[in-house]
């Protein structure tokens, strides 16, 4: 069992890594923007709220975060859990660790994934996913097999996220720069960061995290 972090900017490949996990490791995935996309359809308060921030692209308050995170450690996940999108600010990461030291557990990874900024705008502006069962697509590097149908579940359900475009994203890699990379300099110090290419073709990138997390 291995409790790991993926860091990364926008488009790193946080999500397409974390649901092949789950399918080998019986991991569970915990991404704190998902739970906000389905907080925001809940028509709740919250929803409310935190829907115009995440469409600029800025980062919802540290408290909401840290409430989502600590509701779903209360499940079990037999291979551990994957923080994929969570912590991003260094009052998140300091909440992570007293979560997780109550439960008496720990971080045993915490794996950076490198994608220079040029990359990420084609694969931000080039993702699209499966409405029904979640499945992430783009539109040169994984198309579905069949235009229009998701290759899993058969849906014909494609979705593009509100912050998937140009000027959403300058303001989300502002967000990374400013308060997200900070962790890899945390975590360096509190020992455990490993670093992979995120450039690198998706089965190369799922070898490289399986390596980090055998070596655990
Ligand atoms: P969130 O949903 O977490 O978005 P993000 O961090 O911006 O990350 P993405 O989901 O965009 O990218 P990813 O790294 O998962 O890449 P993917 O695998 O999809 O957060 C959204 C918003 O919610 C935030 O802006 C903020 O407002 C809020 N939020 C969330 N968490 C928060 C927190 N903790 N605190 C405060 N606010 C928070 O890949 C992208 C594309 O590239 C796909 O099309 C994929 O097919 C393709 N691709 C992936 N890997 C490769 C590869 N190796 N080669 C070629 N193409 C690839």
Request: aromatic share 4%; hydrophobic share 40%.
């Amino acid at each position: 069992m291995a409790n790991i972090i993926l860091l990364g900017p926008p488009g790193a490949g946080k999500g397409t890594q974390s649901k092949r996990l789950v399918d080998e490791r019986a991991m569970v995935q915990l991404s704190t923007g998902d739970m906000l996309r389905e907080a925001k359809t809940s028509g709740t308060e919250m929803g409310k709220r935190v829907a115009a921030v995440m469409e600029r692209g800025e980062l919802v308050t540290d408290e909401i975060v840290i409430g989502l995170i600590e509701e779903k450690l209360k499940g079990a996940a037999a291979g551990g859990f994957i923080f994929d999108g969570f912590p991003r600010t260094l009052k998140q990461a300091d909440a992570l660790g007293d979560l997780l030291a109550r439960m008496g557990q720990g971080l045993d990874a915490v794996i950076e994934m490198q994608v220079d900024d040029a990359a990420l705008v084609a694969r931000i502006t080039g993702r699209y996913t499966c409405g029904n069962c979640g499945e992430v697509y783009h539109d040169t590097t994984r198309p579905t097999k069949v235009a229009g149908t998701c290759d899993v579940c058969g849906s014909h359900d494609m979705k593009r996220r509100a912050d998937d475009n140009e000027d959403a994203l300058k303001t989300r890699l502002m967000e990374y720069y400013k308060k997200t990379s900070p962790l890899i300099g945390y975590y360096y110090a509190k020992g455990g960061l490993s670093t992979v290419d995120g450039l690198a073709e998706m089965d190369a990138v799922a070898t490289a995290i399986a390596k980090v997390l055998d070596r655990n």
